[in-house]
Every structure is written in structure tokens, then in C-alpha cells.
């Protein structure tokens, strides 16, 4: 099927910048959107932000301004730049791809195992 593998997490002070990136790998015939969500400490799973194959994106409003997703579709990997991270950014980041699947000649979603991201001083 579809495998999503993410790096880039990990811990940083209040004001600085991580960048997460997520490579999708597998039988894949076809990627459309690639996205990112996250999940805090008894919340639930809200989007941060996605990018079409034509590379249009949508954010969501306590990103904007901060966050940049990109994607390289040579490499099937996307990308989240967030700068200026505030201690509510905490939360563990998610990659989500819309992909069909050799195996399957399916459009599905496929979600990566997750990143933590820790903004404290």
C-alpha cells in the first residue's frame, strides 16, 4: 500500500522553528492532496494545513502566517515549515496524503504514525 514516514519533530523554545517533512513510499499511482494535522493532549485531531497538486493551500487561521506547507512531487514528500511556535503549537503532527494505490486503484487517505512537536522554554 501506501507508507508515510515523518521526521523533523522534536522540542524548541518558544518563538523558534522546526521543519517537518513526511515521505510517502509504496505502490502509489497517484498523490493528490498532502496535508497536516495535529492533535494536543485530550483534543481532537484538527487540520493545520493542506496543498493541492497544484499547489494551492489552505491553512488554518491559528497557523496563518506562521506555518508554510510545501511539496516536492518529484519525491512524493511534503513539507511544514512553522516558524514563530508558540507553547499551544505543542501537539503531535500528523502527515495525511490522498493517494491511489496500485494494490487497490483506490483514492484513499493515508495518515503518517506522527511527529511530536514541543514548544517550551
Known amino acids: 500500500q501506501v507508507q508515510l514516514v515523518e521526521s523533523g519533530g522534536g522540542l524548541v523554545q518558544p518563538g523558534g522553528s522546526l521543519r517537518l517533512s513526511c515521505a510517502a513510499s509504496g505502490s502509489i499511482s497517484s498523490v493528490n492532496t498532502m496535508g497536516w494535522y495535529r492533535q494536543a493532549p485530550g483534543k481532537q485531531r484538527e487540520l493545520v494545513a493542506t496543498i493541492g497538486s497544484g499547489g494551492g493551500t489552505n491553512y488554518a487561521d491559528f497557523v496563518k502566517g506562521r506555518f508554510t506547507i510545501s511539496r516536492d512531487n518529484a519525491k512524493n514528500t511534503w513539507y511544514l515549515q512553522m516558524n514563530s511556535l508558540k507553547p499551544e503549537d505543542t501537539a503531535v503532527y500528523y502527515c495525511?496524503?490522498?493517494?491511489?494505490?496500485?494494490?487497490?486503484?483506490?483514492?484513499?487517505?493515508?495518515w503518517g504514525r506522527g511527529a511530536q512537536v514541543t514548544v517550551s522554554s
Open positions: 495525511n496524503v490522498r493517494a491511489v494505490a496500485t494494490t487497490t486503484w483506490r483514492s484513499d487517505d493515508y
